[in-house]
């Protein structure tokens, strides 16, 4: 029932993090309620046929074969993730290793390594069939496209993974790949390497005919068509937030709001040195720019700059995934916290009791799923924090941690609480029941599906209570 991206360690500082939702192709087949190949890919593994090729990914005997594994067999002792018995968390669903990010698709997930193979999953219960994989580098040209060959030893460069409808946006350093989520067809590899920063891989995201570019210096948008540079804008910025119609950036104090027909601004507002936007996982949407920080709390029209709502210096606000404004404020008079929702165009949809948290020990972060997590600061508390529908402001679920973790949990998926013990991961159901436990080898890849990285291969960790 849960899915959340509140994985916000994983940002790179200053900068937000995004995924968008279905693109009309995978919509459409999840729609019908069919699983496409799936069964064909079943009737292939029964008779020993192959598989049908895809136009754009490769494919192969070993990797049809690759899917998931029943039995725990082969598993290494003890095996990377450890269900309270002691025994594994999950069977792989794929034994490729170093994977380096995942995001989710209509029934499955696409998943990326580093050596930019990128490989698209069909998931249903106990089966994972690959449909297809594209090879877009290898890890000399992960780590470096300039310099050439890598040292012996040497380890990839930073990679990154997004999803913009049915458009797959491969980021290094240097580039930036597009890659159909349909049949894995590599459309085009765009050299941003004139405006690398050395550190980050680019992210992007689709408005209209445009791809937007960012890293921690450039916001350079790109032609969807051909990957073609069309304009840059040269940073540094203090923070971005990605929207359906372009980007916000705050630089020098200032809000600006950028389209993609050029690098002149829609328009600027004064908003302070201190204005950031919310903490969390944003994905572009058409609702309005939340800002908080200092005594710039308030919230932006998208379109004209125009100041909805003027929140005051304590209130906590966020932006769920489709657009709406959630907001946590306490009375002045009595100090009670109040939850408020916001539509798009500023007016109060709803208001509840929040809760008894003196102020300002209220922080709120978007969900995967468009609900808002409101989370409480703190020690070792029972009581972590409410999840809410954002549409009611009703708590559809109440979270609470085990001790010894970090009182910010990275994802919630399925009703599975992960949280960070250290550099392990540790799972709970909501009302803190631990269910397994992943070493500092393991990498969260996915929030929707729950996808792990380890030394063991790619895992889908069980939900079951």
């Known amino acids: 029932m849960l899915a959340v991206a509140a994985g916000l360690a994983l940002l790179v500082p200053s900068t937000a993090q995004w995924r968008s939702g279905p693109g009309p192709t995978e919509a459409a087949d999840a729609a019908g309620g069919t699983l496409g190949d799936v069964e064909v890919a079943r009737a292939d593994r029964a008779s020993g046929a192959r598989a049908p090729t895809t136009s754009g990914g490769q494919d192969d005997d070993a990797v049809s074969r690759a899917g998931f594994e029943q039995s725990s067999g082969g598993q290494h002792s003890p095996p990377s993730c450890r269900a309270e018995d002691g025994t594994a968390c999950a069977s792989p669903v794929l034994t490729a290793d170093d994977l380096v990010d995942a995001v989710d698709v209509a029934f499955g997930a696409v998943v990326l390594d580093a050596s930019l193979t990128v490989w698209r999953l069909q998931m249903r219960h106990d089966r994972a069939h690959v449909r297809w994989r594209s090879a877009l580098g290898d890890r000399a040209t992960a780590t470096s496209w ?244 954002p549409t009611t402001g009703a708590v559809v679920e109440r979270v609470h941690r085990p001790a010894d973790v970090a009182w910010v949990p990275r994802v919630l998926s399925d009703s599975t609480v992960v949280w960070m013990d250290g550099d392990a991961f540790v799972a709970t159901d909501p009302g803190g029941t631990p269910r397994w436990r992943a070493d500092s080898e393991s990498r969260l890849l996915s929030a929707t599906p729950l996808l792990l990285g380890t030394r063991d291969g790619l895992v889908r960790p069980s939900s079951a209570e």
């Open 146 to 389: 300039v310099t050439g060959p890598v040292p012996e030893g040497a380890q990839p460069g930073p990679s990154r993974l997004e999803r913009s409808g049915t458009t797959l946006l491969v980021g290094t350093t240097e580039q930036l790949h597009a890659v159909g989520t349909k049949d894995g067809h590599h459309r085009w590899a765009a050299d941003l390497g004139e405006f690398s920063d050395g550190r980050t891989a680019w992210r992007g995201w689709v408005v209209d005919d445009a791809v937007f570019a960012v890293n921690t210096t450039t916001i350079a948008v790109l032609d969807a068509e051909d990957g073609r540079l069309v304009w840059h804008e040269d940073g540094p910025f203090t923070d971005v937030l990605p929207l359906a119609s372009g980007a916000a950036l705050l630089r020098d104090a200032e809000l600006v709001v950028l389209g993609p027909d050029g690098p002149v601004p829609r328009w600027v507002r004064d908003v302070g040195a201190l204005a950031r936007f919310p903490r969390g996982t944003h994905r572009p949407n058409h609702g309005p720019i939340p800002l908080a920080g200092g005594g710039a709390r308030s919230v932006i029209d998208a379109r004209t700059g125009e100041v909805l709502v003027d929140l005051g210096r304590t209130a906590a606000v966020t932006r769920s995934t489709d657009g709406q404004i959630v907001v946590v404020e306490w009375g002045a008079e009595d100090g009670a916290s109040a939850v408020v929702g916001f539509g798009a165009d500023g007016r109060e949809r709803w208001r509840v009791p929040g809760p008894q948290r003196p102020c300002c020990h209220v922080e709120l972060r978007p969900t995967e799923d468009g609900r808002v997590l409101a989370l409480f600061p703190g020690g070792a508390e029972d009581a972590a924090g409410w999840l809410l529908d």
